[in-house]
């Protein structure tokens, strides 16, 4: 009876264990679920928030201009104006005013900004605005919305200028002008990362990078605006390429902790994205 009643015991000592576990697992599981995704750039009392893929596309537009040298103002202007376009979206369609309209950029090719497929690239539809910026005669002393209509020729002119705000904030952070300015708030990534993939959208991003691969993590030498302008990217672009950690200037940024960018003991010198590991 004795033996009975310890087996009883031990097997509702048992179930509780796994209810708990189960309990603790379900619970995480809804706070994952419940995470709102989303990318935040706070430069000065401003506060601007992007969709994750928003905020990536973003992250591409700003580094191609960094990439070619253009003052942070350029990429305000190609900001603003791939959100009046296209909500920072690469849509394959175009609206009534322009139905062969395409890209980030709602670029036609009848018009002669390139084929339908070239303007579906992002890296080439952002090149060819700024193709056209450039060529602009003070652009980067134009108000935003006369610079954006100076490429564009947009049957609304003055519609560039309610995401300005928006433009300058994120473009500034993802120029390495504003330090610890974008934060991504995100679910933990349901896969591996792969280290060659950040240096491939790396070097498509701003050109080749001396970056070195070491385990999970990527490691670039260099400082200043350079190197606040690729971590910010690389939390942009977090979601897709399972980042988990990015470390520069004694600062950090935590996928999991949530908590946006915190002091840390990283080297001034170097920039580190981590990616997440292999399941066990």
């Not at 189960?22 to 601007?48: D, N, P």
């Not at 904030?169 to 002008?177: K, M, P």
């Not at 990078?209 to 070491?214: E, H, P």
Request: proline share 4%; with cysteine; glycine share 6%.
């Amino acid at each position: 009876m004795r033996r009975f009643r310890r087996a009883i015991v031990a097997v509702l000592a048992l179930a509780l264990v796994a209810g708990a576990i189960y309990a603790i697992v379900a619970v995480l599981q809804r706070s994952e679920t419940l995470v709102t995704e989303r990318c935040v750039a706070v430069v000065g009392s401003e506060s601007h928030e992007l969709a994750t893929d928003q905020a990536a596309n973003a992250s591409l537009i700003t580094a191609i201009s960094v990439q070619r040298g253009l003052p942070p103002r350029a990429a305000s202007i190609a900001l603003a104006t791939a959100m009046q376009e296209s909500r920072m979206r690469n849509i394959n369609y175009g609206d009534d005013a322009g139905p062969d309209s395409r890209g980030l950029f709602q670029q036609r090719p009848s018009q002669g900004w390139g084929t339908e497929a070239q303007v579906m690239d992002p890296v080439y539809a952002a090149n060819a605005f700024f193709d056209g910026l450039v060529k602009v005669p003070g652009y980067e002393s134009m108000e935003i919305t006369q610079a954006a209509q100076a490429v564009q020729r947009s049957a609304f002119p003055r519609a560039y200028a309610q995401h300005e705000g928006m433009a300058r904030a994120f473009a500034s952070a993802l120029t390495g002008h504003s330090e610890a300015a974008l934060n991504c708030e995100l679910r933990m990534p349901e896969a591996a990362g792969d280290p060659a993939a950040v240096v491939d959208e790396l070097t498509t991003a701003f050109g080749t990078q001396a970056a070195t691969v070491q385990g999970r993590s990527v490691q670039l030498d260099i400082t200043g605006t350079q190197a606040w302008a690729v971590a910010h990217w690389a939390v942009a672009n977090a979601k897709t390429l399972s980042i988990t950690q990015v470390d520069v200037g004694g600062r950090a940024w935590n996928r999991e902790k949530r908590d946006g960018w915190q002091s840390s003991t990283a080297p001034a010198e170097t920039v580190t994205i981590t990616v997440s590991a292999p399941a066990t």
